[in-house]
């Protein structure tokens, strides 16, 4: 499955941005889905992710409230919408997915279960 991401940028505190994450080959609407994201010197960490069927999301304390994930299976791709942002979000985000079907309610935080992982996407915000 090759993932490519899509939709970052400079923002200033407070704006929005969406981000999307087109995959292709595979069996999308089968794969668990998150974002990742990693700051400059920082060790890469959990921003959000949705179960297959879309049913549950689940969201890093730090972003809960403003940001929110979705997914069109239909387009095989997964959105993050996100707003209220703040200068501490500034960082490449990641998109990821899993190869292993465990049902159409399953997500996970680990990244280290994601098999297939985007290029990522620069995201900046300034205060």
């Known amino acids: 499955v090759h993932l490519v991401e899509s939709g970052g940028g400079l923002v200033q505190a407070g704006g929005s941005l969406r981000l999307s994450c087109a995959a292709s080959g595979g069996t999308f609407s089968l794969s668990a889905m998150g974002w990742f994201r990693q700051a400059p010197g920082k060790e890469r960490e959990f921003v959000a992710a949705i179960s297959s069927s879309g049913i549950n999301t689940y969201y890093a304390d730090s972003v809960k409230g403003r940001f929110t994930i979705s997914r069109d299976n239909a387009k095989n791709t997964v959105y993050l919408q996100m707003n209220s942002l703040k200068p501490e979000d500034t960082a490449v985000y990641y998109c990821?997915?899993?190869?292993?079907?465990?049902?159409?309610?399953?997500?996970?935080?680990?990244?280290?279960?994601?098999?297939?992982w985007g290029q990522g996407t620069q995201v900046t915000v300034s205060s």
């Open positions: 990821a997915g899993e190869r292993t079907f465990y049902g159409s309610t399953y997500y996970s935080t680990d990244p280290y279960e994601y098999d297939y």
